[in-house]
């Protein structure tokens, strides 16, 4: 992310009203602007189907900025912010005549924080009212719900904006530790050397959720864990860990290695998936309800809120290793990782030492909560006797640095605001997506039951390499 300010242009936000804009958008915008990162002229203009004024989305900006900034509110910096603030209604007749007449520069950024089924309607409502020169478009996941709709959906962007105008946000690109894997991978010849099939044993990625569904039932209903959370973010974090080394650091080398990835990963088979549903069940030691007794969800819901995978990549780095990925809500802790396993030495010359255990060499890289990288290898216990034990080097990015990495928000708008487009997924990684998980949406598995609480079912222990999943320790 360049330190330096954006050019000026104005900042559009769809659905300013909603859940997205308190928790992420409105506080990644302060952060931006208190650190002198935002266009130094240009105006935020919230835009949302309410009867508000721009004062009340000034207090309604207030209370979401001392609620979930990562650096709190400073009153110095939340006027200098506030001064920005601008709200209009999107008439039923008139348009966007309203946000016509906001705006002050002919350049624009437009995030449409506004559910998936209106983003045609905005796109259109944008080209009738004349305003898509000069605008460039942030889109939320899903994208799309299936393969013809991802379709539909690059289609109806592209009527409208070129593909170099169109910014399809995953929030988890935007996090400090999954830009690492780039340069852990890349800037180390100790790893890259070793990240291949002669050395891999295998990998796991895990991204896990102790929250429910929430307020989202009636959403999840339509969802489920494949769509939301498979098909994005876990492909998204095994292109990252997966691809060759790209030509450059920008954004259409490094989109043009992830595609290489996704296009090589062999159709899934439906004994290499597991879906699951969670039961009612304890999570920090207090008692939660099951996921069909959640408000929203049919008494007999079939929808995922789990799922497992085992992969393949047919490349001449990764033939024959396996890529085993989950993701679940309601399971025991929040926890998202990359772990790789190196392969076992070829001769065990400490054969009764201790170190008979497997997969005692493995790197870890903690997406979140506790952000940082663990490398885990064998050494021996201090004493007489030849005893060895398994030990690890930690890097934590609170440790090291004394300081929390910026909220994946921040960096993404930064970045769209200056039109690069690294950390954002092109149409084809989009539609490739679909394409693996299609077969699975066509013809899904029936879904087995965990508690909530757990680290998933049972039955998908079977997927995992060795019959187990790395957990988190303690866990």
């Known amino acids: 992310m360049s330190l330096t300010p954006p050019p000026d242009q104005d900042i559009v936000i769809f659905g300013v009203s909603g859940d997205l804009a308190a928790r992420k958008l409105l506080p990644a915008l302060y952060n931006l602007s ?36 990562r650096t709190g509110l400073d009153e110095a910096a939340f006027t200098a912010f506030a001064a920005r603030l601008r709200f209009v209604r999107p008439g039923d007749e008139g348009g966007l005549a309203s946000l016509r007449e906001a705006l002050t520069r002919p350049r624009r950024l437009i995030y449409l924080a506004v559910p998936p089924s209106a983003f045609t309607s905005v796109i259109d409502a944008l080209h009738a009212a004349d305003l898509a020169a000069g605008t460039s478009v942030i889109i939320e996941k899903p994208f ?48 890259e050397r070793v990240w291949n099939r002669d050395c891999v044993a295998h990998v796991e990625i895990t991204v896990a959720e102790s929250l429910g569904v929430e307020h989202r039932g009636a959403f999840y209903e339509e969802t489920g864990a494949i769509r939301d959370i498979v098909q994005n973010h876990l492909f998204q974090l095994l292109a990252m860990v997966a691809m060759d080394p790209p030509v450059g650091f920008d954004a259409l080398s490094l989109r043009n290695e992830k595609i290489k990835v996704l296009r090589a990963v062999r159709p899934i088979r439906p004994d290499q998936v597991v879906r699951g549903q969670y039961t009612a069940g304890e999570i920090d030691g207090q008692p939660v309800p099951g996921y069909r007794e959640e408000p929203g969800v049919s008494s007999g819901s079939t929808t995922e809120t789990y799922a497992a995978l085992r992969l393949r990549i047919d490349s001449w780095r990764w033939a024959r290793v396996p890529f085993t990925l989950r993701t679940g809500k309601r399971l025991r802790q929040r926890d998202s990782r990359v772990v790789v396993v190196f392969h076992d030495v070829p001769l065990h010359l400490f054969s009764g030492t201790g170190i008979e255990s497997i997969d005692h060499n493995r790197l870890e890289v903690r997406v979140q909560p506790d952000e940082g990288i663990d490398l885990t290898f064998v050494a021996k216990r201090p004493g007489p006797d030849l005893e060895t034990q398994t030990v690890s080097m930690d890097f934590s990015y609170g440790d090291s640095f004394k300081t929390s990495p910026p909220e994946a928000y921040e960096r993404l708008l930064h970045d769209a605001l200056c039109a690069d487009h690294t950390l954002f997924i092109r149409e084809d990684e989009v539609e490739r997506g679909w394409e693996i998980v299609e077969p699975i949406l066509r013809s899904p598995p029936a879904p087995v039951f965990y508690p909530a609480g757990s680290w998933g079912p049972a039955e998908a222990d079977a997927l995992a390499v060795h019959g187990r999943w790395h957990d988190p320790s303690g866990t």
């Open 34 to 69: 208190a650190e002198g990162l935002l266009p130094r002229q240009g105006d935020i203009i919230g835009a949302a189907p309410v009867a508000w004024s721009d004062d009340q989305l000034r207090e309604g900006a207030r209370s979401a900025i001392s609620q979930f900034s």
């Open 144 to 191: 799309g719900h299936d393969l013809e709709s991802a379709r539909a959906l690059n289609a109806a962007l592209h009527a409208v904006f070129p593909e170099e105008r169109i910014f399809r946000i995953d929030h988890y690109l935007g996090k400090e530790t999954v830009q690492n894997i780039m340069v852990l991978r890349f800037g180390n010849t100790v790893l």
